[in-house]
Each structure stands twice: as C-alpha cells, then as structure tokens.
C-alpha cells in the first residue's frame, strides 16, 4: 500500500495537495514541508487523514488523480 503527504504549504488557491509518494511524483513537496500521513489503499483515505490537519485538501493531479477536483 503506498504511502502519503499532505504539502504543509498551500496552493495559491489555497488547497493543501495530498501526495502519494510511492509514485515518484515530481511535485512532491520538499520533504520539510510534508507532513506524513501514512499508509492508505487509496488516495481516498489519505485525503479524509489530511483533513484532520486541513480543511482544504485536494489530490496532486499527477500522483492522487482520482482525488483531485481542483
């Protein structure tokens, strides 16, 4: 099961982007500016975890897909 961040920074539209980092995404946030979320099946879980720390979350549109909405 892959492993996920959430960018400590937000977008400039104001989302902070969850990754999956066993995608080798090239817009992974630098590693001090990710906070990990763990281990999840699926984008899915990954971004209801980031919205324990962020109210406006969405998938990075290259490694979470099925999650981005923005």
Same mark, same amino acid.
């Given at each position: ?5 959430? =960018? ?9 982007? %969850?990754?999956? $980092?066993? !995608? ?8 001090? =500016? ?9 984008? %899915?879980?990954? $971004?209801? !975890? ?17 999650c981005h909405k923005k």
């Amino acid at each position: 099961m892959p492993r996920f961040c959430v =960018n400590k920074n937000a977008q400039p539209t104001g989302e902070h982007e %969850v990754h999956n $980092l066993d !995608a080798r995404c090239q817009y992974l946030p630098l590693p001090q =500016n990710q906070l990990d979320l763990g281990v999840f099946s699926d984008c %899915v879980g990954a $971004l209801a !975890a980031a919205r324990n720390h962020y109210t406006n979350v969405d998938g990075c549109k290259y490694c979470a897909p099925q999650c981005h909405k923005k």
